[in-house]
């Protein structure tokens, strides 16, 4: 599988505002919905993993959450990019009361498990690297963002 | 052989991708144990077997074996730490 594929301009949102969790998911699973990559039942499911296992996660240079679910909800595999204008406060990954300050969305729609153990290991390597992190700082385009994100994410997933 | 768990929430991303980091940092430093990725419903079952449970999701009981913080295989941050735990209780 080439995690390359996985990024498409049309799942990028740059400088985008939302009021909530809440608004942000509804905004984005229509969106998923409504170009076929995910069955309607994905936005609850959704929704609901957040709430029980949250995904907020601080890597020091980049705050992010990384929304997944499970894989019966999902059709074709698509990992969707939010750069926030403003963050939105989320759950810190293995707690259930610390807040962390998310700046950035990679919600993850994963269809064989078995394909993509890699991808987010390199995602993490990616978000710790100083370099990936001023590339993507400047981007100001979805088209420039899936052209950063595929060449970055090229053929390292087999 | 020793045995170490990675429990998240959907089995799908994070445990299978903390589960290949503690490996990867075991077959470095010449370890050999069995690290299993499992559903944190199976917990229970797997705990008894087990010589280190490393937990992604929020512990809502004590175990009674060693318990590392998943996290910072995932993230990197505190990874030393966690990592020196490990090491101590394989080898």
């Known amino acids: 599988m080439e995690y390359a594929d996985l990024f498409c301009k049309d799942l990028i949102e740059i400088e985008a505002e939302y009021s909530s969790q809440q608004e942000m998911f509804e905004t984005i699973c229509n969106n998923l919905f409504e170009n076929g990559f995910v069955a309607e039942t994905f936005k609850n499911a959704i929704i609901k993993r957040e709430e029980e296992y949250p995904t907020g996660i601080s890597t020091g240079m980049m705050s992010i959450a990384i929304p997944h679910t499970d894989v019966m909800h999902v059709h074709k595999p698509f990992i969707y990019v939010v750069k926030l204008k403003k963050t939105l406060p989320f759950v810190q990954m293995g707690t259930t009361d610390e807040w962390v300050e998310v700046e950035n969305i990679f919600m993850l729609g994963i269809k064989v498990p078995s394909e993509q153990i890699g991808l987010l290991s390199l995602m993490m390597n990616k978000l710790q690297d100083e370099q990936f992190n001023n590339g993507y700082k400047m981007i100001s ?7 950063y994100l595929k060449n970055n994410f090229r053929s390292e997933g087999k | 052989m020793k045995k170490v768990i990675v429990a998240c929430g959907s089995g799908v991303a994070t445990s299978q991708t903390v589960a290949s ?15 299993e990725a499992i559903d944190i419903k199976s917990l229970e079952q797997h705990i008894k ?22 996290i910072a295989f995932l993230t990197g941050m505190g990874i030393e730490e966690e990592t020196k735990k490990l090491i101590d209780v394989l080898k």
């Open chain 2, 21 to 35: 980091k503690v490996k990867k940092i075991l077959e470095d430093n010449d370890i050999k144990a069995n690290v």
């Open chain 1, 141 to 147: 385009s979805q088209k420039e963002m899936e052209k």
């Open chain 2, 49 to 70: 077997t087990s010589d280190i449970y490393v937990s992604i999701t929020k512990a809502t009981k004590d175990y009674d074996i060693p318990t590392l913080n998943g």
